[in-house]
């Protein structure tokens, strides 16, 4: 399963790396992400810091609008260091996973208040140093902007590997992703590690896809044991049996999950099976007044600093227990609008809209939705939760998550 020839390695740096200058994708962050404008100029935003963090989780598609208006906002350390966090979530909107640039927003102010404006340059220090920094996104940062010889290993860069090496073990194991740190860091290109990992990423993500890989254009595929298992039907010859210990090995499929001919490269990488999302329902009251100059305005409070969709804007919402009946619903929620808002709320006021589904990564949610027309004024005690009364306009300018906009 390993890399273990020399002139194999040579030879695979040299094919993807003349691939990747033919084809590579023209994304905003790699001209300016590249060794150069961060090395040169320390005071400018690491553009592969903030484009890394955004594409956990997301796709390059739905990036790149947000990564323009984030650098063209911030594009310095300290520009970034002195944002608020309600600005933060206002442009992250709609981007989901909202710790990502809550955490970012925290590095940038360590890095200028406690590192004098300098960025950590090694994988080591960007992980040990920087809140939110991981091992795959340290290794980026120090191998595209500082030319760090450091190997990375995400989703597609897995994939990649368990075809090239035939590894069926189930790829998301801690031991697993070990090794696969291991040959990444044996692969990378001394000379350009920034783009060999860009390339290797990029392979991933536009010719060695999840369903259907297009082989023929792959530049490495004369490398590639899961291809030639695919066009000779049977595993290729192990130099070293010591290499794969056969029958025990810890990188090959389990033998309870042969080869299935009718996948073919897809048989690989194997992972184990997903967890299902927990399910919740949440009741969610969209309280109505006309303001001063008559036009409809909503009445929204900020959740917590921790937590889920941490500071982020909502109508009020209340968490329901499972199996809580329609009638039973509406009472709870008129308890706690009593209790927040002090007005009489009965629950015979409160009309039912209807529900609104939202899948969130781990949690399946559905909103039970209602309104509530008021005729005055609504202040809440700030000690329970900062709020506010906002136009429509105004609310689509807030920090409101995609589910609070499906629920209006």
């Known amino acids: 399963?390993?890399?273990?020839?020399?002139?194999?390695?040579?030879?695979?740096?040299?094919?993807?790396?003349?691939?990747?200058d033919r084809c590579k994708r023209a994304l905003p962050w790699r001209t300016l992400g590249g060794i150069g404008a961060s090395t040169l100029i320390p005071a400018l935003l690491p553009a592969v810091w903030v484009s890394e963090i955004m594409l956990q989780q997301t796709q390059v598609a739905t990036v790149i609008d947000y990564?323009?208006?984030?650098?063209?906002k911030w594009?310095?350390?300290?520009a970034l260091a002195q944002a608020s966090l309600e600005e933060v979530n206002e442009l992250w909107a709609?981007?989901?996973?909202?710790?990502?640039?809550?955490?970012?927003?925290?590095?940038?102010?360590?890095?200028?208040?406690?590192?004098a404006g300098q960025m950590p340059r090694t994988a080591e220090d960007l992980q040990k140093l920087l809140p939110g920094v991981g091992r795959y996104t340290a290794g980026a940062i120090a191998s595209i902007s500082y030319g760090q010889a450091t190997g990375v290993v995400d989703g597609n860069v897995i994939r990649v590997l368990c075809r090239l090496r035939c590894i069926g073990a189930d790829s998301s194991s801690p031991?697993?992703?070990?090794?696969?740190?291991?040959?990444?860091?044996?692969?990378?290109?001394?000379?350009?590690?920034?783009?060999?990992?860009?390339?290797?990423?990029?392979?991933?993500?536009?010719?060695?896809?999840?369903?259907?890989?297009?082989c023929r254009e792959c530049p490495v595929k004369q490398h590639c044991r899961a291809q030639r298992r695919k066009l000779f039907g049977k595993p290729t010859p192990v130099p070293d049996v010591e290499d794969c210990g056969v029958g025990g090995c810890p990188l090959c499929p389990p033998a309870a999950e042969p080869?299935?001919?009718?996948?073919?490269?897809?048989?690989?990488?194997?992972?184990?099976?997903?967890?299902?999302?927990?399910?919740?329902?949440?009741?969610?009251?969209?309280l109505e007044r006309r303001?001063?100059?008559?036009?409809?305005?909503?009445?929204?409070?900020?959740?917590?600093?921790?937590?889920?969709?941490?500071?982020l804007w909502e109508f009020p919402s209340l968490p329901l227990a499972e199996g809580l009946q329609e009638?039973?619903?509406?009472?709870?929620?008129?308890?706690?609008?009593?209790?927040?808002?002090?007005?009489?709320?009965?629950?015979g006021g409160l009309r039912f809209i209807g529900e609104v589904v939202h899948i969130f990564s781990h949690i399946h949610q559905t909103y039970v939705v209602y309104s509530l027309p008021l005729d005055g004024d609504v202040t809440l005690d700030s000690a329970l939760s900062p709020s506010r009364w906002v136009t429509q306009e105004e609310f689509h300018a807030s920090a409101v998550s995609t589910a609070m906009k499906k629920v209006l």
């Not at 990564?67 to 063209?72: A, E, G, I, L």
């Not at 981007?95 to 590192?115: D, F, H, N, P």
């Not at 990488?269 to 009251?285: D, E, F, I, L």
């Open 1 to 20: 399963h390993l890399f273990s020839d020399p002139a194999e390695i040579e030879a695979l740096r040299g094919n993807l790396l003349a691939w990747y």
């Open 291 to 311: 303001g001063c100059h008559g036009t409809l305005e909503y009445l929204i409070v900020q959740r917590p600093s921790s937590g889920l969709l941490a500071g």
């Open 175 to 214: 031991a697993v992703i070990d090794r696969l740190w291991d040959m990444a860091n044996a692969l990378v290109d001394r000379s350009r590690p920034g783009d060999f990992n860009q390339a290797l990423m990029e392979l991933g993500a536009t010719v060695c896809v999840p369903k259907a890989p297009l």
């Open 259 to 286: 080869w299935d001919s009718s996948l073919g490269v897809t048989n690989f990488p194997r992972k184990a099976a997903k967890k299902q999302p927990r399910v919740a329902r949440t009741a969610t009251c969209v």
């Open 327 to 347: 009638e039973k619903q509406r009472e709870v929620l008129a308890d706690h609008l009593r209790a927040w808002t002090g007005w009489p709320v009965v629950a």
């Open 94 to 115: 709609g981007l989901g996973y909202y710790s990502r640039g809550k955490r970012l927003q925290e590095a940038a102010r360590k890095v200028v208040s406690e590192l």
């Open 75 to 78: 594009p310095t350390l300290q």
């Open 67 to 72: 990564y323009n208006r984030w650098m063209q």
